[in-house]
């Protein structure tokens, strides 16, 4: 521990992934390697603005495929000069985000990475959204190993041989183990179907563990899609493993960059040795390298590491940037594509001030895509266009929710819901898009009582009635990622929440699903936010 705390010390590698002035580690090592990983890209091939938003012409545009593609080479080059040897790895989630995704399911991101040179992958639990057949399809596309040691697919012909637990490699003399581990709440949060089975994901570690071992000895690298928290929990309780490179929880680990959650890698002290864990953000914003010493033994001697934030003044790769020109060029008749209908047309003319049927629409809709939730929430400011009557089509749903939020689900007490609430109703006079849009709830409230105390009664659905809210019953929410984080003030879903997942479908696909499936649905206010 010691030794690698006066390598990191000593290395100076808090610089840019392509400068070539990148330091080796103090003490020598039997090997020298060099890990560049990224997660959570969600088909942002085009990039996305600071705020994972889409690129506008007013907002610079970060990230994107062909800025990724560039910040990768010059990364590789830079590890080469330093003589390492290199891992390209993925820790998930390529699948569901853009309407890239939605209208080639999977090969965009197939295309791509294939170009910039994807090493090995874990399977996020967003690359079962569409099932068995587009997983397949994309496998069938990749020439990179896809890891889930705890997806059990024996009983799907179609993914059966395709997804392996783990794999070795041989990366300048040392054996690296790398083990892929997916969350096991997949089935909850996404739709893998009937014929998959998703195990516990620490079990299936020990196994890989010692099947790799007995070949010799190597370095553990876990490759996760678990989530920060459970990739601590991982590092504590399970013996042998060196590195986990995660996702799923879209932390970024990195030295001295704004929003970074923790230090890049982040140190868990496990049963028998340091186990260092990096993650990369979201979206393509980010790019980390860790460099690694390893010993005989396949132990981690020393370490360095650097993130490099994928900024609009990055050239893009003119190769990269042709393979998403093929892809995007389809997508203007996309938008175009049909989705429902409705039978009367939807303003967004009330919703910052009062229930309106639009808002009534995407509540509703949130909550049948959560079927375990009980109480739907969303911001009226989030509602940017009118749906017409009649046809309603994708551009349609992309102009009503243009910000690429995503379903998140919490847990929240009673007393903390209403809490909530009071902030939605906290900016009547000034029309705030705060102003709370529901579902699976009745909320009477006095517009001219102070902010913060105008509430005046809430009672949630329980079966066909409706029942006073209990302060202390812990209640199931499903909302958008922006007000989960707290946005628009929600204080009480980000440092309230028991229990919280942030990364689920998009809003846009969620909502043209649910209207797709009602041809020519009637939407009305209904009494659920009423003024007294």
Partial sequence: MAATRRALLSSGLAVALAA??????????????????????????EGVDAASAACRADRPCIGGSARLATALAEGRAAIAADGRALLQLDAGD????????????????????RAIGTGVMALGNHEFDNGPGVLAGYAAAVPFPLLSANLDTSREPLLDGRIRPHVVLDRGGARIGIIGLTTETTPQGSSPGPTLRFTDAFAAAERSIAAIRAGGPATIVILSHLGLGVDQALAAAVPGIDLIAGGHSHTLLANGLTGAA????????????????????????????????????????????AVREITPDIVPDPQVAAIVARYAAPLAEWRARPVGRLAVPLSIELCREAECALGNLLADAMLAAEPQAEIALTNGGGLRANLPAGTVSWGDVLSLVPFSNTLATLTLRGGALRAALENGLSQLDRKGGRFPQVAGLKVEYDAAAPAGRRIRTVEVRQGDRFVPLEPDRAYRIVTNNFMRQGGDGYAALRDDALEAYDNGPALEDMLAAYLDARPGLSVAVEGRLVSR
């Fill in 20 to 45: 070539p002035a990148l330091r080796r580690a103090a003490a020598e090592a039997a090997s020298r390697l060099a890990l560049l990983h990224v997660n959570d890209f969600h088909s942002k091939h």
């Fill in 94 to 113: 390529q699948f569901m985000g853009s309407l890239f995704y939605t209208a080639h399911h999977g090969l965009a991101e197939a295309a791509v990475q």
């Fill in 262 to 305: 923790g230090p890049h890698p982040t140190l868990v002290e496990g049963r028998d040795r340091t186990v260092r864990i990096v993650q990369s953000g979201c979206h393509g914003r980010w790019l980390g390298r860790l460099d690694l010493d390893l010993g005989a033994d396949g132990r981690i001697a020393a370490h360095a590491g």
